[in-house]
């Protein structure tokens, strides 16, 4: 019998989650390893080789590690889960005019539920992966807030889980710094694993380049909505683009357009293929309307609570009133101009460190 029962742990082979792995099992915990194939690459198209989490050398790396510790490894096919749902939401979100954010999409939707699907299977008690943040329940509430170290703090990706899963899930990296975990991966044998890059990049999109993607999934894409036109804030026509789903709110660079000053996109309209664009100053927003909300820390969220809202991952926050609509929308004030909102990102409302909830910006 383990010390602390039963864990279902999501190993890509990377440092986070192989240090999460040997962590627990270090700690007592009956450790189970899992590695999810969520795409396929030989379908992808793509120039550049697999990378990230989802290639052979990954699933090997997590293998080798479970069976060096003496602990069971799987790898869960879950490719036909994930492409249905994450990447049809990508291309649509593109098509629509807004700019998707699929790694919260995946969260929420398909890696944790397959995790509590295989460990309520394997009778584990918890799930455990390699993000940074930190859980816990107050009031039979499971409240997710950010990790100690704030370059990595990953909760802004986190704010769609449901309660039922954030009880069970464990990050035990939530409470150390980036340098203490490569120091760790030193200290239990695997100095290269220490030394590892990480990948930013969509696993679906290996290459970073989401527009050729875009071509590769939808016939005729290109021929479809080239040579719509740019226009400034009034109206004014001042050249031709390859397509709105091929711009982004903020976007300065490949527009390849010369106005005598630095030029933005500053909103995208599908129904007319049509790309606004203008001065850095016209992407500054003081409100923001945000649908689909999940709740995390309270079952209500008061009306006028005061925030401190993320529009983006690496966003700093800003200080907002928080306003509750007939529409099921969460209508947010900002106290100061927020720079480059992009609807379909991830809103994320923060009370101090603890995630209020969330939600996806709305044009």
Same mark, same amino acid.
């Given at each position: 019998?383990?010390? &602390?029962?039963?864990?279902?742990?999501?190993?890509?082979?990377?440092?986070?989650?192989?240090?999460?792995?040997? $962590?627990?099992?270090?700690?007592?915990?009956?450790?189970?390893?899992?590695? $999810?194939?969520?795409?396929?690459?030989?379908?992808?198209?793509?120039? =550049? =080789?697999?990378? @990230?989490?989802?290639?052979?050398?990954?699933?090997?790396?997590?293998?080798?590690?479970?069976?060096?510790?003496?602990?069971? &490894?799987?790898?869960?096919?879950?490719?036909?889960?994930?492409?249905?749902?994450?990447?049809?939401?990508?291309?649509?979100?593109?098509?629509?005019?807004?700019?998707?954010?699929?790694?919260?999409?995946? /969260?929420?939707?398909?890696?944790?539920?397959?995790?509590?699907?295989?460990?309520?299977? $394997?009778?584990?008690?918890?799930?455990? !992966?390699?993000?940074?943040?930190?859980?816990?329940?107050? /009031?039979?509430?499971?409240?997710?807030?950010?990790?100690?170290?704030?370059?990595?703090?990953?909760?802004?990706? *986190?704010?769609?889980?449901?309660?039922?899963?954030?009880?069970? !899930?464990? *990050?035990? *990296?939530? @409470?150390?710094? #980036? !340098?203490?975990?490569?120091?760790?991966?030193?200290?239990?044998?695997?100095?290269?694993?220490?030394?590892?890059?990480?990948?930013?990049?969509?696993?679906?999109?290996?290459?970073?380049?989401?527009?050729? +993607?875009?071509?590769?999934?939808?016939?005729?894409?290109?021929?479809?909505?080239?040579?719509?036109? +740019?226009?400034?804030?009034?109206?004014?026509?001042?050249?031709? &683009? =390859?397509?709105?789903?091929?711009?982004?709110?903020?976007?300065? #660079?490949?527009?390849?357009?010369?106005?005598?000053?630095?030029?933005?996109?500053?909103?995208?309209?599908?129904?007319?293929?049509?790309?606004?664009?203008?001065?850095?100053?016209?992407?500054?927003?003081?409100? $923001?309307?945000?649908?689909?909300?999940?709740?995390?820390?309270?079952?209500?969220?008061?009306?006028?609570?005061?925030?401190?809202?993320?529009?983006?991952?690496?966003? =700093?926050?800003?200080?907002?009133?928080?306003?509750?609509?007939?529409? @099921?929308?969460?209508?947010? &004030?900002?106290?100061?101009?927020? #720079? %480059?909102?992009?609807?379909?990102?991830?809103?994320?409302?923060?009370?101090?460190?603890?995630?209020?909830? %969330?939600?996806?910006?709305?044009?």
């Amino acid at each position: 019998m383990s010390k &602390h029962g039963k864990v279902l742990v999501a190993m890509s082979g990377g440092i986070d989650s192989t240090v999460t792995a040997l $962590m627990l099992h270090e700690q007592g915990y009956e450790v189970v390893g899992i590695t $999810m194939k969520t795409w396929d690459y030989a379908s992808a198209g793509a120039s =550049k =080789k697999e990378t @990230g989490c989802c290639n052979l050398d990954s699933f090997n790396d997590a293998r080798a590690a479970a069976v060096h510790h003496g602990f069971p &490894h799987f790898i869960l096919d879950i490719r036909d889960e994930f492409g249905d749902f994450v990447i049809n939401n990508f291309v649509d979100e593109y098509l629509a005019g807004r700019t998707p954010n699929p790694c919260v999409l995946c /969260n929420t939707h398909i890696k944790w539920r397959a995790l509590m699907k295989r460990a309520d299977a $394997m009778d584990c008690a918890f799930i455990a !992966t390699g993000h940074y943040g930190r859980i816990r329940v107050e /009031n039979d509430r499971g409240i997710i807030s950010k990790g100690v170290d704030e370059t990595k703090d990953q909760s802004y990706v *986190l704010w769609g889980l449901d309660q039922d899963v954030i009880k069970r !899930t464990l *990050l035990p *990296l939530g @409470g150390y710094r #980036k !340098t203490e975990i490569r120091q760790m991966a030193f200290d239990f044998g695997y100095p290269e694993l220490a030394k590892k890059a990480e990948s930013y990049e969509i696993c679906f999109v290996p290459d970073n380049d989401y527009r050729g +993607f875009l071509k590769r999934k939808v016939d005729g894409l290109e021929e479809r909505v080239n040579g719509g036109n +740019f226009v400034l804030a009034d109206g004014t026509i001042v050249g031709k &683009h =390859k397509g709105y789903p091929f711009y982004t709110i903020g976007q300065r #660079k490949g527009l390849d357009i010369a106005l005598g000053r630095p030029i933005f996109v500053t909103e995208i309209i599908p129904e007319t293929n049509t790309v606004v664009l203008g001065d850095e100053v016209e992407l500054n927003r003081s409100e $923001m309307n945000v649908g689909g909300i999940n709740l995390v820390k309270y079952d209500h969220l008061p009306e006028g609570m005061e925030s401190v809202v993320k529009v983006r991952y690496k966003d =700093k926050g800003t200080l907002a009133i928080l306003y509750n609509s007939e529409d @099921g929308l969460v209508k947010v &004030h900002f106290y100061d101009q927020v #720079k %480059g909102i992009a609807p379909g990102q991830s809103a994320v409302f923060y009370e101090g460190d603890d995630v209020l909830g %969330g939600g996806i910006i709305r044009r």
